[in-house]
């Protein structure tokens, strides 16, 4: 016995002759099922085989549709099933009280067949896509740092070249002097040390919510700003804040070495600066990088590079924006390769 393939659309409405109409509409393209109240909605949508989308009505008795959708969207199993409100309510604050109960769509009464076809096909579709991105998100987590594997479930990060200017705090770090202790050291032992280090690292990248841009060697470079942001300070200072934490990590890390027989000094450099960087997609449409570019790229490598170990150097905006969070002491000017004027750059006492 063949299965019915198609989605499932699930109409609540309290007049039967409008489900009528719906069902001639959507009926050849889609499985109907159809209630006249709120509290059958829920308990549809709650059995083993819960509606693809559902198309609801606002004013019924017993239960009207905005606690439905309230209902739905407040419940695990349910939250994520896409509802458009169906409603002979006109005023734009209706619509905005629905949409910010967690519709995808408002379509008012008496209604458009071709605009109610259209609709449901978009959002089904758009559904289906925003599946399959948790399910790349999921699979190749372990390759991406948490904030994209969460800015691309929420469809914040688009899989096509792309890009924009936003300002952000860029960190790097990297081992002093490690390109010579790697040569010394047995390749097991470097497997694991650096291992170890990294996985430490990322930790408290994720506690802080950093953007892990990528491992380079014994490098590290995180963004705080992109894919998403709680301000400017509030980056800034959490990309601060995640040094310090590294910083005070690295005995510890050290330590950990030692019991597996590494005898390594372990210390690292850190600069962070602030500013406007290109972020987006680069490259390929079938090979696609999402990183950063500019100038305020630049700077923050030049202060690690220039910078001390086992310190944190960072620029002056940063500095103007962590001030009250951090105690730093301004430097001598420095002059960086590739940067034309000195730089006024500040150390971050921990």
Sequence with gaps: METDARKTVLIVDDTPANITILKEVLGNQYRIRATTNGAKALEICNDSNPPDIILLDIMMPDMDGYEVCQKLKSTPSTEKIPIIFISAKVEDEDEEKGLALGAVDYITKPISPPIVIQRVRTHLELFANRQRLEMLGDKYSSFLSNELVE??????????INSKKKKLSVFFSDIQGFTKKSEEMDPDDLTYALNFYFESMARIIAKHKGTLDKFIGDAVMVFFGDPDSQGEVD???????????????????ESEWKKKGIDQELKIRIGISTGICTVGNFGSESHLTYTIFGSNVNLAARLESSGIAGGIIISEETYKLTKDRFISEPLDLLELKGIANKVQAYKVLF
């Design 151 to 160: 800015g691309i479930k929420a469809g914040n990060i688009e899989s096509s």
């Design 235 to 253: 980056d800034a200072v959490s990309c601060v804040s995640m040094a310090v934490e590294m910083q005070k990590m690295i005995p510890a890390i």
